[in-house]
């Protein structure tokens, strides 16, 4: 199910999307769709290096698979 929000882009931007939507006889809905989704690997990049940065840094430790099913009673 799609949910609707509003977002302000700058016009040249939104210049630009209306030109690439038509050239390639797409909305521009699909095209930002499109756009976030693939956004969303650099944000997944980003996550994965602050998460790595934090164990290197101490500010977050690892916890062994083995632990983890210990605590949730899981013989392994």
Not at 4 to 21: C, F, G, M, P
Not at 38 to 55: G, P, Q, S
Not at 61 to 66: A, F, G, Q, R, Y
């Amino acid at each position: 199910m799609k949910q609707a929000i509003n977002i302000r882009l700058e016009k040249d931007v939104v210049q630009s999307l209306d030109e690439y939507a038509q050239e390639l006889d797409k909305t521009r809905t699909s095209l930002v769709e499109k756009a976030i989704d693939m956004y969303f690997d650099t944000l997944d990049e980003m996550v994965a290096d602050k998460r790595i940065d934090n164990l290197k840094s101490g500010k977050s430790t690892l916890v062994s698979m083995e632990d983890v099913f210990k605590k949730a009673g899981i013989d392994v």
